[in-house]
């Protein structure tokens, strides 16, 4: 079915239209929801593909206002993001269980009618328990889902790959669909217009750092591909402040010239507008991949 929605009032009006759509509407379920929250408070990668779901329920959901929650460092991601109404930023570093309350505290001020926890641990099992939500979602694999209202299995098999999105999609398809939307970022024009020098010729970049030293291609690896790249190619470093330093010694590996470093140069939304733009983007298995 599909639906239309009142986005000027918080009460949901629909009105269900025979679509080749093949959409779940249930009027009594969307007079109900009105405010959810989506916890993802793990990594910059994470946070990405967690714009898969906040997409979906944009644009399923309308009228219904959405939360999310990310860890302190992460919330520029979801600038300019029409979707989200509110960012609720945890600082985990300022006293890991004394902030968790306060988030709490902040959770149940705001009354949600469903808290869609898209993590597997127990600090935002905790949060999602104790906010107050008429409905929360997760993971069974959460070590506290029994205490949601509704829990699903978080499968990864080798033998039936996956995307993460997915996996995301499972929490929220019995009241949708089986569509699965793909993650966004919103570049603003002031990010586009920043990277605009950087892309009169044709480029490519490279985003040799990642959070998880297992996940990191060697350095000399990225070297001997930097120098077997076309002559005619400009080669830009990416990364964060702290990738700086790696992504200076990865230039002094090679001879070209044609390589510049942007590493701490660049928000989150303006590598993502430059990669937009390159010829090729490579990187490790880590965030910027969600990036491209």
């Known amino acids: ?104 505290k902040q959770m149940r001020s705001k009354g949600y009618d469903k808290v ?37 299995p978080h499968i990864i098999d080798p033998r039936n790959p996956h995307h993460e999105t997915v996996r995301i999609n499972e929490l929220v398809k019995d009241f949708t669909d089986d569509e699965v939307f793909r993650p966004r970022l919103y570049p603003s024009d002031a990010d586009e217009q920043f990277v605009t020098t950087f892309i009169n010729e044709p480029f490519v970049t490279i985003t040799p750092s990642s959070v998880w030293f297992t996940k990191q291609y060697p350095l000399e690896k990225w070297a001997d591909l930097i120098q077997q790249l076309p002559s005619h190619l400009r080669v830009f470093i990416l990364g964060g402040k702290d990738n700086a330093e790696e992504a200076l010694e990865l230039t002094a590996k090679v001879t070209r010239r044609n390589v510049e470093v942007l590493a701490g140069k660049l928000s989150f939304l303006q590598s993502a507008a430059l990669m937009k733009h390159a010829v090729m983007n490579y990187v490790n298995d880590s965030a910027p991949l969600h990036f491209a």
């Open 1 to 104: 079915m599909l639906c239309k929605y009142n986005r000027n009032a918080l009460q949901i009006q629909s009105q269900c239209f025979a679509s080749t759509v093949a959409m779940h509407c249930d009027s009594d379920y969307l007079w109900a929801v009105q405010k959810i929250l989506i916890i993802q408070t793990a990594f910059i990668g994470d946070v990405v593909l967690a714009t898969s779901l906040v997409e979906k329920m944009h644009v399923r959901f309308p009228g219904v206002i959405i939360d999310v929650m990310v860890r302190k460092g992460n919330e520029k991601l979801l600038l300019n993001n029409p979707a989200i109404h509110e960012v609720l930023i945890w600082n985990k570093k300022a006293g890991k269980w004394k902030s968790l309350m306060q988030m709490v």
């Open 116 to 152: 869609i926890n898209l993590q597997r641990f127990f600090s935002t099992g905790l949060m999602t328990v104790l906010s107050g939500s008429k409905e929360t979602r997760g993971y069974e694999k959460n070590p506290l889902s029994a205490g949601f209202s509704k829990k699903f």
